[in-house]
Each structure stands twice: as structure tokens, then as C-alpha cells.
């Protein structure tokens, strides 16, 4: 799909931009985007599905991750509790440390874990929980002591050997494909899908929301996603059973179900597939990540820092004339 591009002005007297905010929800404030500049992104507040390239996997606080130039990415939030979303989000240029500073002996850790960002790269852990304390610590240094803060940033995360994980595949890439109108197809479908989850979707249906005829459909969405309907239908369904395991003690069998699988057999299936676990070790595998310390961190309310604002954006208003 076409994301929109963004242009990431640095801060005042600052080689790059750090910023801590609220918004009604993350979607609201960012649709569907990309820009040249990395990103390391915490949520502290919030829940829902992150996009980025061609991965979809759900977020909650304490979700970090490392984008690189160019990789579109999004965060569609859960509807429902009516809580605001909080990030704290650090943006930098390739150039801010200069051309060649990079390619200086002593920081080859650094311009690898650049370069292994540009497919996207999850944080988790430990080590997420040691550099959002250190993200925190920009919002208190001025000057040459800021940049040593995300330097400090980058040694933390390019010295680990665990807690990271890649996210999208090597050679996701922009499409010149997605128009405009096509582009609020995509976010009004994801959002539709996002609210049926537990009803049954009919292909047909939604395409006759978009204005399409069903082979049309399938044609737009294959070659907008690189995905059929289906394949992202139970990517989103796993994410969702993914999340409410995180959130729950509640039985597997019921969170499937109440996520549109029917059949146990059929979503153990889907399940292993994209996670390549069954549903029981990845919510082991959950636990033990919990007890670490890193998936859950938070910031008391008194360090929080203006809200910014967000500019909102309606499926009920997009216009899908041709």
C-alpha cells in the first residue's frame, strides 16, 4: 500500500527530535507512513495492532521498537476504553552523526544494528526496559549532553545479544501502486476487520463497502498487501488472541473463539503459521518476558509532557471516487 510520507523536523538547537505525548489515538495522530529519519518508538499507554513493513503484530505499553529510513509504519489502536494513548518517541536523521563517524572502528556495533533496523526491530526485555529509562533522560539534558543520551541509546541496544527481534522482511519496500482513495480502502478495511473479529467476514461484504466488485477486490487488495483477505483476516484474529492472552488468564480455547475461530483445529493451524508456536508456549514465552521486567514499564503521571495535538481521520468521510 501508498503510505503517506511525513517530514520529521528536529528540535530547537538539536541535530534530532524527541518528543513525549498523548493523543486520543495513535491512528488519529499517524495514519499509514513513512520518513528517511529513524525511529525508536515506546508506547506507555495504549493497545492495539502495529504495522511496520510487512508485519502486523498487536502492541501494549511498553511496546518498543526501532524503524528504520523509509519503512512504513503505523499503530491502529483498540476501540473501546475510551483511555488515552501516550508515546515517547526519539527520531534522528542517518547524518546526524555525520557521514563517516559511523564507519569508525569503535562503532560498528552501532551502524550494524542501523542497518538490521531497516526491516524494523522489536525491543524487549531487559534491555527495552533500560533504554525507555534512558529515553527518559533526553527529556532532561540539553546540548552535547542530549546527543551523548542517544548515543548512550544506541550502545545499550547495539551491545545486546538477546531481547531483539526483527520484525519485517529484508526487502519490504514502497509501492507506487496505492492512490490516495486506495490508501483509505486499506485503513477503512482494517478498521472494519479490526471491529468483526469475532463475527463472521464476508469477503464479499467488504467489498461492497469499498466500492469494489469481489474480483476486483481481491485483485486491489493482493497487490495493495501483498497478502489475500483471508491471510490478513487471521493475521489480525492471531494478533488480537495474542493480546487478550497477554491481558488474561482467560482459557485459550474461549479467546479463539471470541476472536471468529470456530474450528480449534483450523486456528491451532493459523496460529503456529505466523508465530511458529502454538498458542500455549508463546503465552509461556509471554510470562517469562513479563517477569523480566521490560513489557510493562510506566511513567508517572507527573513526568508527562504536553499533549500534542492530533488531527483525526474518518473511514465514514473518505471519498472512493475514482
Known amino acids: 500500500m501508498q503510505p503517506k510520507f511525513e517530514a520529521v523536523a528536529v528540535d530547537a538547537e538539536s541535530s534530532f527530535r524527541s518528543k513525549w505525548f498523548t493523543c486520543v489515538g495513535f491512528s488519529q495522530d499517524h495514519t499509514w507512513h ?84 531497516r526491516c524494523g526491530l522489536s525491543i524487549e526485555g531487559a534491555t527495552a526496559a533500560r533504554v525507555q529509562a534512558l ?9 552535547i549532553a542530549r546527543l551523548i543520551g542517544l548515543l548512550d541509546i544506541l550502545r545499550e541496544l547495539a551491545e545486546t545479544d538477546r531481547d531483539t527481534r526483527c520484525l519485517g522482511s529484508a526487502d519490504c519496500h514502497i509501492s507506487n501502486y496505492i492512490t490516495e482513495a486506495n490508501r ?42 501483498g497478502r489475500t483477505f483471508v491471510a490478513f483476516v487471521n493475521i489480525l484474529r492471531v494478533s488480537e488472541v495474542c493480546r487478550t492472552m ?3 488468564n482467560e482459557c485459550i480455547t474461549s479467546i479463539a473463539m471470541n476472536c471468529g475461530y470456530n474450528n480449534m483445529a483450523n486456528f491451532n493451524r493459523q496460529f503456529l503459521a505466523l508465530k511458529g508456536m502454538n498458542p500455549s508456549q508463546y503465552r509461556q514465552r509471554h510470562l517469562r518476558l513479563q517477569r523480566k521486567g521490560g513489557l510493562f514499564s510506566t511513567e508517572p503521571a507527573g513526568s508527562r509532557r504536553v499533549p500534542e495535538r492530533a488531527n483525526s481521520f474518518s473511514p465514514n468521510t473518505a471519498s472512493w471516487a475514482s
Open 246 to 248: 497477554a491481558e488474561s
Open 135 to 143: 529515553m527518559r533522560s533526553l527529556f532532561e539534558r540539553r546540548g
Open 34 to 117: 513513512y520518513h528517511s529519519d529513524f525511529e525508536l518508538s515506546w508506547v506507555v499507554r495504549g493497545h492495539g495492532t502495529r504495522l511496520t513493513g510487512d508485519n502486523i503484530e498487536p502492541y501494549r505499553p511498553g511496546d518498543l521498537v526501532l524503524i528504520g529510513p523509509n519503512v512504513p509504519h503505523c499503530w491502529h489502536d483498540d476501540e473501546g476504553d475510551g483511555e488515552e494513548s501516550e508515546a515517547v518517541v526519539v527520531q534522528f536523521s542517518p547524518e546526524t552523526f555525520g557521514h563517516d563517524f559511523l564507519h569508525l572502528p569503535e562503532f560498528q556495533p552501532i551502524e550494524r544494528l542501523l542497518r538490521a533496523s
Open 184 to 225: 483509505q480502502r486499506i485503513e477503512f478495511i482494517h478498521r472494519y476487520v479490526q471491529q468483526n473479529l469475532a463475527s463472521q467476514i464476508n469477503q464479499a461484504e467488504v467489498a461492497r463497502l469499498v466500492g469494489l466488485t469481489p474480483p476486483a477486490f481481491s485483485r486491489f487488495f493482493r497487490r495493495a498487501t
